[in-house]
C-alpha cells in the first residue's frame, strides 16, 4: 500500500513537472520588475499587513511581495529562485487539494485522481512562466489550507450534506 501511495506522488509531481515544460528557464516579465519594486516595502510592514491583514495597509499584496522580496537579497536579479518558488508552490497547491478531495470524498483514489487533473491544465502555462502569477497560487494555497482545516472537523449535518454533493 505504501508503494501505491508514493507512486501516485510520484505521478501527479512528474505530470506537474512534465506539463511546466520550459518554466525554469524562463526570465522576468515587466509585471516582475513592478512586483520587485512593490515588495522593497519594508519587511516590519510586509509582516505586519500579512498578520492583520483585515486592517488597512500600504503594502501591496504582502504575501506575494515577501515572496518575491526574500531571494532578492541573497540571489539579486537572478529568476531562476523565483522560478524555483513558482514551481514550489503548485506542489503545495496540489497537495493542498489533495487533503480537501480526501477529506471530502474519504478515498485516496478520488484524491490522487483531483490532484492528477489540477496538476495539468492546458491554460495553465502562465503559472510556469511567469512570477506574476504567484499571488494566484498563493490565494489557492492560503483557500485550500483554510479549507483543509475547516474539513478536518466532525463531520455535522450540514456537513454531511456537503459530502453527499461531492460525491454526486
Known amino acids: 500500500m505504501r508503494w501505491l ?37 519594508p519587511a516590519r510592514e510586509l509582516a505586519r499587513a500579512l498578520v492583520f491583514f483585515w486592517q488597512p495597509a500600504d ?23 523565483y522560478r524555483m518558488a513558482c514551481y514550489g508552490l503548485p506542489a503545495l497547491d496540489l497537495f493542498l ?17 483531483t490532484a ?3 496538476a495539468y491544465h492546458r491554460e495553465f502555462w502562465a503559472f510556469y512562466i511567469n512570477t ?14 483554510a479549507l483543509a482545516l475547516f474539513l478536518d472537523r466532525p463531520l455535522t449535518n450540514s456537513r454531511r450534506h456537503c459530502r453527499c454533493f461531492s460525491e454526486c
Open 132 to 145: 506574476g502569477f504567484c499571488f494566484d497560487l498563493l490565494a489557492f494555497a492560503f483557500y485550500f489550507a
Open 5 to 41: 501511495r508514493m507512486g501516485g506522488l510520484v505521478s501527479v509531481l512528474a505530470l506537474l513537472i512534465v506539463f511546466a515544460g520550459k518554466g525554469l528557464r524562463a526570465g522576468f516579465t515587466h509585471d516582475d520588475l513592478m512586483n520587485l519594486s512593490r515588495a522593497l516595502s
Open 59 to 81: 503594502s501591496f499584496r504582502p504575501a506575494g511581495s515577501i515572496l518575491y522580496r526574500m531571494p532578492l537579497g541573497t540571489f539579486g536579479l537572478n529568476p531562476l529562485p
Open 116 to 118: 492528477a487533473m489540477l
Open 97 to 113: 487539494a489533495y487533503l480537501v478531495a480526501l477529506r471530502l470524498s474519504e478515498k485516496r483514489l478520488a484524491a490522487w485522481l
